[in-house]
């Protein structure tokens, strides 16, 4: 221990008292709160929407379910989350600095979630000729999509 000016005892750092280095030891890991990685990330259109995802429970980060968007992130780690329709799985490379073009943020991270599957609308099919009438369309709709007039089942 060495007294500083005040004349308060003062710890000697790791290295002076002749441990190893920790392995963070070139500097501070960058890390950035989740919720604006992900809308930095373009992931999501507003922060605040990224920050009710996160808020909501439905984010892990390495595995771990997190509800705060102020958990920090940073390279190396990989967070799962709903996105529309699909479950998306990515690993962040960089904190990012800015909210920029979509290649710049595509450059963030590295997308490990496996494609979407293709999908092909479908047309409700009418039996009888031409369009239906307005009071067609009314009883397709209040029946389940499953018992509309003409689907293929």
């Known amino acids: 221990m060495t007294a500083d000016r005040t004349g308060r005892a003062r710890h000697k750092g790791a290295e002076a008292q002749g441990h190893a280095p920790s392995p963070q030891a070139d500097g501070p890991r960058e890390t950035i709160r989740i919720d604006k990685w992900l809308w930095f990330a373009r992931f999501f259109k507003t922060r605040g929407l990224a920050a009710k995802v996160v808020g909501g429970g439905h984010v892990r980060v390495n595995g771990t379910r997190i509800a705060k968007p102020a958990v920090a992130v940073g390279p190396g780690d990989v967070l799962t989350f709903p996105q529309a329709d ?29 494609p979407p599957e293709p999908r092909v609308p479908q047309n409700p099919r009418y039996e009888g000729k031409g369009r239906p009438t307005k009071k067609d369309r009314r009883d397709a709709l209040s029946k389940s999509p499953a018992k509309w007039p003409g689907t293929l089942e």
């Open 86 to 114: 699909r479950i998306r799985v990515v690993s962040v490379l960089a904190p990012g600095t800015r909210r920029g073009p979509a290649p710049e943020a595509q450059a963030l991270y590295d997308d490990m979630s496996p």
